[in-house]
């Protein structure tokens, strides 16, 4: 499991004495030590000066070394974007063993994109608020305990770290979670009226009649209306509209498959019939 | 009475009254009820599912019917055996240790009703017998549109379509809504009695939608000839020649099955008038 390091914004005292001439852009650094070679009393050692517990030997190696290329940069302009984005660890930990259904999104969301996109979602700024609590918190309580501190003192830090980042990148051409789901709503809407404009189309869905999957897709496209398979099977649901992804004339298989996507969060498939839908 | 209905697919639920499998449950999918209850009992050999044989004698205590089509009903089915995996379920909690098979598996499928995309689809939840029938909980009412109902059901083959009816399609229809001319394919009818409401489909899925613009497929609505309420799945029903089973009243939400169309029509028209 990995531990949530906090990279504070000022260098820890004890590296600054291996610094040599930091302020020159072209003064050599110090070469990284060869943790790959250390033993794991060692490695166990450097990692206890940083505040980190010990940890599975590969995974002290990998820490130790992350932690080395954030302390030892060039400072450019450049650098400062791409800092904070080398240091949180993609897997931030096991999400809690008890179900808990509010948290589970963001400790997923998370989990799922790291901090290479922090500009990417407004989701992950919450995320990354709660999880240093619950990383700090939760080794010693129990799961559902964990979830709940997640404003402890640690997490301060990693608030202004995580904001501080996020505001760099907002200058990007990221869009925000708002701005995403109306883009959504938009497209959404044009479906509707692509399908109300054809008779045939919107004529088969009345008479509740199971719509192609593949057709559907085909004249979206052809119309120009660019929605991925997930979104559609979504919005299919929400309007109660019955889709197979069975080719016309070979409807009536004997093979049980599919009721449920393969996007994240679908899960088994069964079924008759090829009868496939966004569950 | 039984209720018999054309097109009929329904899901229904199992309970095993061998007090050594202590109230096991069985979800399952069939277009012919009465059969199927047979081929469970019978075993394996003869038609019965392999988790049921020789694992009776089963009794069939509930069905959802009124899906349009097969695949709707089976995808009903398998969210209902499976409602952990299913995401449109995500908020249904486990069984807990005080909850039998039956009252869980109930509680499943009132929360199904509830939710895309199967709150718009013209279902009927029928209890098939009486003795174990369960109400909704107060949280988990089932959209004003499902009927709760009480009594057999039987698959009925749908009739042919009578050499008269067709001579009447060949004569001009006008669109009640927009004074087109309607081909017999995009005709709607309403079937109450003496009504001669006649629209194309998709002028009487606007009509009814109104209100409802961001939907594409309607519940129900007021018939613009008699001026009923009727439910979207009934109409279509009719069109399709099926005469079992057309809900007209969405506002009561118990309705009693054990009667036939005919009856049910009549007993319509002495409320109303």
Same mark, same amino acid.
């Not at chain 1, 589970?104 to 989701?123: L, N, T, W």
């Not at chain 2, 807990?96 to 009132?110: A, G, M, N, P, T």
């Not at chain 2, 799945?233 to 054990?258: A, F, P, W």
């Given at each position: 499991?990995?531990?949530?390091?906090?990279?504070?914004?000022?260098?820890?005292?004890?590296?600054?004495?291996?610094?040599?001439?930091?302020?020159?852009?072209?003064?050599?650094?110090?070469?990284?030590?060869?943790?790959?070679?250390?033993?794991?009393?060692?490695?166990?050692?450097?990692?206890?000066?940083?505040?980190?517990?010990?940890?599975?030997?590969?995974?002290?190696?990998?820490?130790?070394?992350?932690?080395?290329?954030?302390?030892?940069?060039?400072?450019?302009?450049?650098?400062?974007?791409?800092?904070?984005?080398?240091?949180?660890?993609?897997?931030?930990?096991?999400?809690?063993?008890?179900?808990?259904? #509010?948290?589970?999104? #963001?400790?997923?969301?998370?989990?799922?994109?790291?901090?290479?996109? #922090?500009?990417?979602?407004?989701? #992950?700024?919450?995320?990354?608020?709660?999880?240093?609590?619950?990383?700090?918190?939760?080794?010693?309580?129990?799961?559902?305990?964990?979830?709940?501190?997640?404003?402890?003192?640690?997490?301060?830090?990693?608030?202004?770290?995580?904001?501080?980042?996020?505001?760099?990148?907002?200058?990007?051409?990221?869009?925000?979670?708002?701005?995403?789901?109306?883009?959504?709503?938009?497209?959404?809407?044009?479906?509707?009226?692509?399908?109300?404009?054809?008779?045939?189309?919107?004529?088969? $869905?009345?008479?509740?009649?199971?719509?192609?999957?593949?057709?559907?897709?085909?004249?979206?496209?052809?119309?120009?209306?660019?929605?991925?398979?997930?979104?559609?099977?979504?919005?299919?649901?929400?309007?109660? $509209?019955?889709?197979?992804?069975?080719?016309?004339?070979?409807?009536?298989?004997?093979?049980?498959?599919?009721?449920?996507?393969?996007?994240?969060?679908?899960?088994?498939?069964?079924?008759?019939?090829?009868?496939?839908?966004?569950? | 009475?039984?209720?018999?209905?054309?097109?009929?697919?329904? !899901?229904?639920?199992?309970?095993?009254?061998?007090?050594?499998?202590?109230?096991?449950?069985?979800?399952?999918?069939?277009?012919?009820?009465?059969?199927?209850?047979?081929?469970?009992?019978?075993?394996?050999?003869?038609?019965?599912?392999?988790?049921?044989?020789? &694992?009776?004698?089963?009794? /069939?205590?509930?069905?959802?019917?009124?899906?349009?089509?097969?695949?709707?009903?089976?995808?009903?089915?398998?969210?209902?055996?499976?409602?952990?995996?299913?995401?449109?379920?995500?908020?249904?909690? &486990?069984?807990?240790?005080? %909850?039998?098979?039956?009252?869980?598996?109930?509680?499943? !499928?009132?929360? /199904?009703? &509830?939710? /895309?995309?199967?709150?718009?689809?013209?279902?009927?939840? &029928?209890?098939?017998?009486?003795?174990?029938?369960?109400?909704?909980?107060?949280?988990?009412?089932?959209?004003?549109?499902?009927?709760?109902?009480?009594?057999?059901?039987?698959?009925?083959?749908?009739?042919?379509?009578?050499?008269?009816?067709?001579?009447?399609?060949?004569?001009?229809?006008?669109?009640?809504?927009?004074?087109?001319?309607?081909?017999?394919?995009?005709?709607?009818?309403?079937?109450?009695?003496?009504?001669?409401?006649?629209?194309?489909?998709?002028? *009487?899925?606007?009509?009814?939608?109104?209100?409802?613009?961001?939907?594409? *497929?309607?519940? %129900?609505?007021?018939?613009?000839?008699?001026?009923?309420?009727? *439910?979207?799945?009934?109409?279509?029903?009719?069109?399709?020649?099926?005469?079992?089973?057309? %809900?007209?009243?969405?506002?009561?939400?118990?309705?009693?099955?054990?009667?036939?169309?005919?009856? /049910?029509?009549?007993?319509?028209?002495?409320?109303?008038?």
């Amino acid at each position: 499991c990995h531990i949530l390091f906090l990279y504070p914004l000022t260098p820890l005292s004890t590296v600054a004495p291996r610094r040599k001439g930091q302020q020159g852009p072209l003064v050599p650094i110090t070469p990284m030590p060869s943790y790959s070679d250390m033993d794991t009393p060692d490695l166990k050692n450097k990692l206890n000066r940083f505040g980190v517990r010990p940890l599975p030997k590969r995974q002290m190696i990998l820490k130790l070394k992350e932690i080395h290329q954030y302390t030892h940069q060039v400072v450019s302009s450049e650098s400062e974007d791409e800092a904070p984005s080398l240091g949180r660890p993609r897997a931030v930990g096991p999400p809690p063993p008890t179900t808990m259904e #509010p948290t589970r999104k #963001p400790v997923s969301c998370a989990q799922a994109e790291g901090f290479k996109e #922090p500009g990417g979602k407004a989701a #992950p700024t919450v995320s990354l608020v709660k999880l240093p609590g619950e990383e700090e918190d939760m080794e010693p309580l129990s799961a559902s305990q964990g979830s709940n501190t997640s404003s402890t003192a640690p997490s301060e830090d990693s608030e202004r770290l995580a904001l501080g980042c996020l505001s760099d990148d907002s200058d990007n051409d990221n869009i925000t979670a708002s701005q995403s789901a109306s883009k959504l709503q938009d497209k959404l809407v044009t479906v509707r009226h692509f399908i109300q404009s054809d008779p045939d189309l919107y004529g088969q $869905i009345l008479h509740y009649q199971p719509l192609v999957l593949s057709d559907l897709q085909a004249r979206l496209k052809a119309a120009g209306i660019q929605l991925g398979a997930a979104k559609l099977l979504d919005y299919l649901d929400s309007q109660c $509209i019955t889709f197979t992804t069975a080719k016309p004339g070979l409807r009536g298989g004997r093979k049980r498959r599919g009721k449920g996507a393969t996007r994240a969060g679908g899960r088994g498939r069964r079924g008759r019939g090829a009868a496939k839908t966004a569950d | 009475m039984v209720l018999e209905v054309e097109n009929l697919f329904g !899901v229904y639920m199992l309970y095993c009254t061998n007090p050594k499998f202590k109230g096991r449950i069985y979800i399952g999918f069939t277009v012919n009820p009465e059969r199927r209850i047979g081929q469970h009992n019978a075993g394996r050999h003869r038609g019965g599912a392999k988790r049921t044989s020789g &694992r009776g004698p089963w009794e /069939m205590v509930l069905i959802i019917h009124g899906f349009p089509s097969d695949i709707a009903a089976l995808r009903f089915e398998w969210a209902w055996q499976n409602p952990h995996s299913s995401r449109r379920l995500s908020h249904v909690t &486990r069984r807990s240790k005080k %909850e039998s098979s039956l009252q869980f598996h109930w509680r499943v !499928v009132s929360n /199904m009703l &509830r939710v /895309m995309p199967w709150s718009r689809l013209p279902l009927t939840t &029928r209890w098939l017998k009486q003795e174990y029938r369960m109400d909704f909980e107060p949280g988990l009412q089932p959209p004003l549109h499902v009927p709760l109902a009480f009594g057999s059901i039987r698959a009925r083959k749908p009739k042919p379509k009578d050499v008269e009816e067709e001579q009447e399609e060949k004569g001009a229809d006008i669109c009640l809504l927009c004074q087109g001319t309607v081909k017999s394919a995009d005709k709607m009818t309403c079937f109450h009695p003496l009504c001669h409401m006649t629209s194309h489909v998709i002028c *009487l899925a606007k009509h009814f939608l109104t209100g409802e613009a961001a939907h594409l *497929l309607p519940v %129900e609505g007021e018939c613009p000839g008699c001026r009923h309420s009727v *439910l979207w799945g009934s109409l279509i029903r009719h069109k399709n020649g099926c005469y079992g089973d057309l %809900e007209k009243n969405t506002s009561s939400s118990q309705v009693s099955g054990d009667s036939n169309v005919g009856i /049910m029509i009549v007993s319509v028209l002495y409320f109303t008038y």
